[in-house]
């Protein structure tokens, strides 16, 4: 049972515009939201976050957007760049729960020059 | 920085063998965790562990088991490797101060023939 559902494997952008990355969830308790990035042969990288009681988190080009009502979220990259080309996963968790994450399928953003 | 060492890149093992992945921290944090990234699937916990000696199941714990035995050290064992187990596997951390920020590993690229 997928609780974080990304449903668009890839995503495609032209260097400049708006990439828009979206996530699901069922699971209601989810409390806490986050964005990772990962490069091919590196490990994932944190890159921003956004608790329940926020709907919106901004940190340079990256917003996350959160609409609880919808138990959706949304990362948007502005402008986007060629190096922001990489998977990107969102992952929700339940309180501290021992910092346990459950995570998203991924989305692999690519950025054409 | 934080930083997340796994002892192997790639790994390639044959069927039935016993398999050890370690992964070892430079700092003293408490929460380990071992995931495996699959196509479509993202990131899937494993096992975690909040304290020496102390582990948990995630949420895909069959056919591994892990050890902590030093604070800095958390191994992922798979006592009878097996074809299903072909996967990349990364290490987290969760450093203390900011809520549930995992820091990775590069990942461990297992192949089991």
């Known amino acids: 049972d997928q609780q974080v559902k990304q449903n668009s494997p890839s995503l495609s952008v032209q260097e400049g515009r708006i990439s828009i990355l979206n996530c699901d969830y069922t699971n209601s308790m989810f409390d806490y939201f986050l964005w990772y990035k990962k490069y091919p042969a590196e490990g994932p990288t944190f890159l921003i976050s956004?608790?329940?009681?926020?709907d919106k988190n901004e940190d340079g080009r990256f917003t996350v957007f959160l609409n609880k009502s919808a138990k959706h979220l949304s990362l948007h990259i502005v402008p986007s760049q060629p190096g922001d080309s990489a998977v990107y996963f969102c992952?929700?968790?339940?309180?501290?729960?021992?910092?346990?994450?459950?995570f998203g399928q991924g989305t692999i953003l690519t950025v054409h020059p | 920085d934080v930083k997340v060492t796994q002892s192997s890149r790639y790994l390639v093992k044959r069927t039935g063998e016993k398999v050890f992945l370690e992964c070892v921290q430079d700092m003293d944090h408490e929460n380990m965790f071992w995931y495996r990234q699959d196509p479509g699937l993202g990131l899937r916990l494993i096992y975690f562990?909040?304290?020496?000696?102390?582990?948990e199941k995630g949420d895909i714990p069959e056919g591994y088991s892990v050890s902590r035995e030093k604070k800095e050290r958390f191994s992922l064992i798979l006592e009878s490797a097996s074809t299903n187990q072909t996967s990349m596997y990364l290490c987290?951390?969760?450093?203390?101060?900011?809520?549930?920020?995992?820091?990775f590993g590069a990942g461990t690229r297992l192949s089991v023939l």
């Open positions: 562990s909040y304290d020496v000696k102390m582990k």
């Open positions: 956004i608790s329940s009681i926020k």
């Open positions: 987290a951390i969760e450093a203390g101060g900011a809520k549930n920020i995992q820091y």
């Open positions: 992952a929700a968790s339940v309180g501290t729960s021992y910092g346990k994450l459950t």
